[in-house]
Nanobody
Framework: VQLQASGGGLVQAGGSLTLSCAAS????????MGWYRQAPGGQRELVAT???????NYADSVKGRFTISRDNAKKAVYLQMNSLKPEDTAVYYC????????????????????WGQGTQVTVSS
C-alpha cells in the first residue's frame, strides 16, 4: 500500500473530522495530492487538491467548510472537514500523482496516480 488514509468515522451534522493520508517510505516523489469521495451509488468525485507549492482547488460543495493541507517532508496530505452535512457521507480516497516509488524489487516505478484504500465518513442528521 503506497498511500495510507485514516481519520474517518461517524459524526453528527455540524461536526468536524480530520482525514490524514501518508505515503509510504518507498514513495520518493509526489506532485499533486488530494482527496476524492464516492457516495453510495455515486461516482467518485473531486473534493480538494493541493500542489507541492500549496495551491489549492476545492469542489464547490465543500468550499468554506473543508481545508486541505500537506506536509511535503512527511509526504502527507490532510483534510479538515468542518460543518459536516449528511450529504458529505461517502468513502474518502486520498490521491497523489504523478509519483515515483520503489517497487518490491527496488525498481523505480513512475505512475500517473496513487490511491489510498479509502476511509468511511458518515454524517448523521
Amino acid at each position: 500500500v503506497q498511500l495510507q488514509a485514516s481519520g474517518g468515522g461517524l459524526v453528527q451534522a455540524g461536526g468536524s473530522l480530520t482525514l490524514s493520508c501518508a505515503a509510504s517510505r518507498r514513495v520518493f516523489r509526489i506532485d499533486a495530492m488530494g482527496w476524492y469521495r464516492q457516495a453510495p451509488g455515486g461516482q467518485r468525485e473531486l473534493v480538494a487538491t493541493i500542489t507541492t507549492t500549496g495551491s489549492t482547488n476545492y469542489a464547490d460543495s465543500v468550499k468554506g467548510r473543508f481545508t486541505i493541507s500537506r506536509d511535503n517532508a512527511k509526504k502527507a496530505v490532510y483534510l479538515q472537514m468542518n460543518s459536516l452535512k449528511p450529504e458529505d457521507t461517502a468513502v474518502y480516497y486520498c490521491y497523489a500523482g504523478p509519483a515515483n516509488y520503489y517497487n518490491s524489487n527496488d525498481e523505480i516505478v513512475a505512475v500517473r496516480d496513487l490511491w489510498g484504500q479509502g476511509t468511511q465518513v458518515t454524517v448523521s442528521s
